[in-house]
């Protein structure tokens, strides 16, 4: 089955230019229905729109005041968003952090910088076939 490009997706990231590249990274892959957010603090009121139902979130890890790892922590308790594809974003590639992550429900995990084929690779290991 083919992915839905016109899915909603929430990217959050603290660093605008960050938010900027990961955009036209996903608008290149066709991905354009994109929503942003500046921290976890920010995503999670996003997340709480009933309006809006979000069918990705991509977050940076290290943000204040409430960092990606805490999101997702809050998303997996959340029964509207328990299930989404969340892949975090980060420049540390200690293997701790991809363990920490990993048990707190993230679907998968890119190391910065990266550039359109990895972050394809990312989105068809969550979505399937791009």
Known sequence: MAVD???????V???KTMLKIVRNLLSQL????VDEATDGTMAL???????KTFKLII???NMEPMSGLELLKQVRVDERYKAVPFIM????????NVIIAKKAGVNNYIIKPF??????DKLTAVLGPI
């Open 5 to 11: 490009k016109s899915m909603p997706i929430l990217i």
């Open 45 to 51: 009121q996003k997340l709480q729109n009933p309006e």
């Open 89 to 96: 974003v980060t420049a540390e590639s200690k293997p701790e």
């Open 115 to 120: 550039n359109a084929q990895t972050l394809k």
């Open 59 to 61: 977050s940076d890890w």
């Open 30 to 33: 066709g991905f354009n229905n």
């Open 13 to 15: 990231d603290d660093y």
